[in-house]
């Protein structure tokens, strides 16, 4: 995923992270009490405060910061609601320009506007983070050219083909491999995040890849938009089970909120995960972790949302030093099961 950069791109970064640095951004920092400290405005735009995951994600980059903190360096770090909304989330950007941040990091709503936002911080000669929604190529998984066109611009993330794949495997490798009924195909529900969200695509794609590499055969009884929410996991898992009844033996969902809403429709049902169906999330809620431990979920995939906040943050300083950043910086998937 890295790519060359020429030497005409590094001067670039260094003259335009050396620009940022010219303004004035110290401050007394007063609130500690060290006169001399220098204070990097950092600014933060979520897509959506209203998600479970990103909520952990976002405070997590704000401790961080924190704990980062010295007598001599302080990050005042402003996070902002996109509500779900490209325009809204335009409009802090734009905030974030004329505020003179020093450093963006950016959660997109939506990825097709990558470019145009891409193009107005690059223009600013702010240096951009880009964490959780990765923009794509022209050619599906390729690298995105916005990203490596900009040496000041980058994507933290997790590869999402590892989290579908990871959900898969995790159903190949029970004794009846998802097969409860012994009809010979695994008969499952989909339920997806939002739809042009990569994470989504690649999860429905290869939790199901999974399985027919394991040698099953699988057998769609429905795949539904969740776009990533908890009410609607546990009305199309609801609906799913008035129409297909035991006939469907596993529930995949995007992730774990839309998974927990999944379980309560299993319970309401009068099914048993792990006895009659079985369930599968992403993200490894902690409220998640502890159903997987007492048989309520069969597995989930944790998404290191410590691991890539950290990334995101230590990125971000060294975009603030004047250090050259790479294109990409990847965090791993790990299998979760009792
Ligand atoms: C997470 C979801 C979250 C989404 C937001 C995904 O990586 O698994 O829980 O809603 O990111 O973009």
């Known amino acids: 995923m890295k790519k060359f950069k020429t030497l005409l791109a590094s001067a670039l970064i260094l003259s335009m992270v050396g620009c940022s640095q010219a303004t004035p951004a110290t401050t007394d920092g007063g609130d500690t009490g060290s006169a001399d400290a220098k204070t990097y405005n950092v600014g933060v735009a979520i ?52 505020q003179g941040m020093d450093v963006i990091i950016l ?81 499952y529900i989909m339920i997806e995040g939002d739809p042009e969200n990569i994470d989504a695509q690649y999860r429905t794609e290869f939790s199901i890849k999974a399985l027919k590499d394991a040698g099953l055969t699988v057998d769609c009884l429905d795949d539904q938009v969740g776009n990533w929410a908890q009410a609607k996991g546990e009305e199309i898992t609801s609906n799913a089970l008035s129409q297909h009844g035991d006939a469907v033996e596993v529930v995949f969902c995007n992730n774990d909120a839309m998974a927990l809403g999944a379980a309560a429709a299993i319970k309401a049902k009068g ?19 502890e159903m997987v431990k007492n048989g309520e979920m069969t597995g989930t995939v944790l998404n290191d949302h410590i691991g890539q906040s950290h990334t995101a943050v230590d990125v971000a300083i060294k975009a603030l030093n004047g250090e050259k950043l790479d294109n990409y910086y990847w965090v791993d998937y790990v299998k979760v099961t009792k």
């Open 107 to 187: 959660n997109l709503v939506q990825t097709s506007s990558a470019d145009a936002t891409i193009d107005k911080v690059v223009a600013a000669g702010i240096p951009l983070v880009l964490i959780n929604r990765e923009p794509l190529g022209d050619n599906g998984d390729e690298s995105y050219k916005g990203i490596l066109d900009n040496p000041t611009v980058c994507y933290v993330g997790a590869d999402a083909r590892q989290s579908g794949t990871f959900q898969g495997e995790i159903i190949a490798e029970l004794p009846d491999h998802g097969d409860i009924n012994g009809d010979g195909k695994v008969s």
């Open 271 to 289: 099914r048993t995960v792990g006895k009659d169906i079985y369930l599968v999330g992403v993200d490894a809620l902690e409220e998640c972790q």
């Open 47 to 98: 897509y959506q405060f209203d998600d479970n995951f990103m909520t952990l994600y976002r405070e997590e980059i704000k401790s961080y910061f924190a704990s980062l903190e010295t007598d001599a360096v302080k990050y005042n770090v402003t996070i902002v609601d996109g509500k779900n909304d490209m325009a809204e989330q335009q409009n802090q950007i734009d905030n974030f320009i004329t």
